[in-house]
């Protein structure tokens, strides 16, 4: 009795264990996981935003190069002008500046002060204003080019200032494009960013939050602070530093002052080699700990199932065993009690026991066989929808991270479009699923029917466009009507199948493409698909079809695609071949049974009762 509940106990604690262990691990995993998803989403966020400062800096870096060669510019700063050829030139500063997107457009006497400019009939022009202080006109004097960000000492608004020396040896004056980011910085705001761009000293000068701009993220020495107050970069602002707090040994999590508290956020980081500029990308990592959370829950109640199942399974073990006990004990008193009958009924009572025993091995084989079958498709179906799915997932996170990308810049039309794709995605999924599930289990999906082979082609081709364009490879189509007795759906998934194995095999091939072709002959319709990737190795080709064969690496694939693919075509009454095209690259061809169009057959017949 000690030792039976002594082994309970055992069980109990390694139970619990278990149950922990798969806790922490799935825990762990899930975490993450959200973890690179995280870094991935701030990555290219934080590339974007560097990507669209320096186009737009590149967008007007031309304005100051050509009024410096403009001959108006020229005559006027080469000789006393008349208040007449300023004011020609005060207008057409003006339709420059509309004609492009540049902030302000003003010319500068070789004294500092400004003789013309875009904004000359506005309030704070800055006609008559010295800028010589300006670090972008000494730049431009001494150099003939010059570059600085700063607050503007006559409008108060910051923007980013390029110059250019009119003249070669002895400049006669500096052509100045001023460019504002006021609008981006709007961008980040509404669309709820955290994001924040930072000079050579480590002082935000753009930023999604108001409060965060003219601070320091690091201590500004005295050199620097002298410097800035010469130049009136940030027209006086006093640069405190901005409170930071690292959250990680690596300094990767962190909370910076005036994100919401009790959150850690996953700093990234990309410099603008150019600018000396740093973009600073905060991603909210409050899905990290609901991930670290539900892997938690979802690792010990999956383990907590699965025990409680072996255990279950145990105790009728043992309840089968009592059960065999109990009947022998009995057997054994009635054959105590009947020894006189015993010598009669030998023969027969061996001959009962002989057919029980055979009935309750055939039963227990019937059940392992029944089990046994239960278990292969159940594993089956789990393999083909683990594979098969993935296809409308990658469309549909495609479609997803396009939408994040459009909803910033208000395009609605756009964010209903690609959610409209998603949910026919989905619709799509679930189609597959029930396909799959029908295969698996080796039962047809109903009647076949006529089918557009090209029509099924084409949506293959839709849904792998998005994913085609973002890995930069070109299609090439050759598409004619044809038809076929089958079904859409699965000819779809077989042609989409064959076409990301076409995507994968180029992936280190120079100018890659993938060619998608149809023609009919003699009956038949034929689809080919090929690619100019490296090709088939011979062995290959003879097991190619055989399930869990695949020349991807670990963990890419389940070698499953051109299994699940053979079998649907040939289900439909045709083949998949695979070969290695003379011109090199592979090419896989369908070939299916030839119908006719029944819109054609329709109006032949009504033709004919007519």
């Not at 619990?16 to 991935?40: D, F, G, H, K, P």
């Not at 320091?216 to 050199?223: C, E, H, K, R, T």
């Not at 001959?351 to 025993?357: K, N, Q, S, Y």
């Not at 756009?414 to 289990?441: C, P, Q, Y």
Request: aromatic share 6%.
């Amino acid at each position: 009795m000690r030792k039976h509940k002594l082994r309970q106990y055992l069980q109990i604690a390694l139970a619990a264990l278990v149950i922990i262990a798969s806790a922490m691990t799935t825990r762990v995993i899930w975490e993450q996981s959200a973890l690179n998803s995280a870094r991935t989403t701030g990555e290219t966020r934080a590339e974007l935003v560097a990507q669209t400062l320096s186009d737009t800096i590149a967008q007007n870096a031309h304005f100051p190069l050509v009024l410096a060669l403009d001959p108006d510019v020229q005559s006027i700063l080469g000789a006393p002008a008349a208040p007449a050829a300023i004011d020609a030139l005060n207008r057409k500063l003006a339709l420059i500046e509309a004609s492009g997107n540049p902030a302000a457009l003003y010319v500068m006497k070789p004294d500092g002060y400004t003789l013309a400019a875009s904004n000359w009939n506005s309030e704070g022009s800055f006609v008559g204003q010295y800028y010589g202080f300006r670090s972008y006109f000494t730049q431009a004097i001494a150099g003939g080019v010059g570059t600085y960000f700063g607050i503007g000492v006559t409008t108060g608004r910051a923007g980013y200032f390029l110059a250019q020396a009119v003249g070669d040896d002895s400049p006669i004056g500096v052509t100045v494009a001023k460019i504002e980011f006021g609008d981006l910085e709007a961008i980040w705001a509404r669309s709820a960013e955290h994001i924040m761009v930072t000079d050579e000293n480590d002082i935000i000068f753009l930023a999604s939050l108001p409060e965060w701009k003219y601070r320091s993220l690091a201590p500004v020495d005295a050199n620097a602070i002298s410097r800035i107050q010469s130049t009136q970069q940030y027209a006086g602002t006093d640069i405190n530093q901005l409170e930071t707090t690292e959250l990680s040994p690596n300094g990767e999590r962190v909370w910076v002052e005036g994100l919401p508290e009790n959150r850690d956020f996953l700093r990234q980081t990309v410099h603008i080699s150019e600018l000396g500029w740093t973009v600073n990308q905060f991603t909210d990592l409050s899905g990290v700990a609901d991930a670290r959370r539900d892997g938690t829950v979802i690792g010990a109640m999956s383990s907590a199932l699965v025990i409680a199942i072996l255990f279950y399974l145990a105790q009728r073990q043992r309840s089968f065993a009592l059960e065999r006990a109990a009947r022998a004990e009995l057997e054994l008193r009635v054959a105590e009690r009947t020894a006189d009958l015993r010598q009669v009924n030998q023969t027969l009572h061996v001959e009962v026991e002989e057919r029980r025993r055979t009935e309750r091995e055939l039963r227990n084989t019937q059940h392992d066989l029944i089990q046994a079958g239960k278990m292969a498709a159940l594993g089956q179906m789990s393999a083909a929808i683990a594979h098969e799915i993935n296809q409308p997932l990658t469309a549909i996170r495609t479609y997803i991270a396009t939408t994040r990308v459009f909803v910033p810049l208000g395009d609605p039309r756009a964010v209903l479009d690609n959610l409209e794709k998603v949910d026919n995605l989905a619709v799509r999924m679930g189609r597959i699923t029930s396909h799959l599930k029908s295969f698996a289990r080796k039962e047809g999906m109903g009647p076949a029917e006529i089918i557009s082979v090209d029509r099924a082609v084409q949506r293959a081709i839709d849904l792998v466009d998005v994913q085609l364009q973002v890995e930069a490879i070109a299609v090439r189509t050759s598409i004619v009507p044809a038809f076929t007795m089958g079904n859409d759906v699965r000819l779809e998934q077989v042609v989409i199948n064959l076409v990301r194995n076409a995507i994968d095999a180029v992936q280190n091939t120079h100018e890659p493409y993938v060619e998608l072709s149809m023609h009919t002959a003699a009956g038949r319709v034929f689809v080919e698909v090929r690619d100019n990737g490296p090709g088939f190795d011979a062995p290959l080709l003879e097991t190619l079809f055989d399930p869990f064969v695949t020349t991807k690496p670990s963990g890419a694939g389940l070698g499953l695609g051109l299994t699940i693919s053979f079998e649907i075509i040939r289900e439909f009454g045709g083949s998949l071949r695979a070969a290695n095209h003379p011109d090199g690259g592979a090419v896989l061809t369908i070939e299916l049974v030839a119908v006719d169009d029944p819109l054609s057959s329709l109006k032949s017949e009504v033709a004919s009762n007519g």
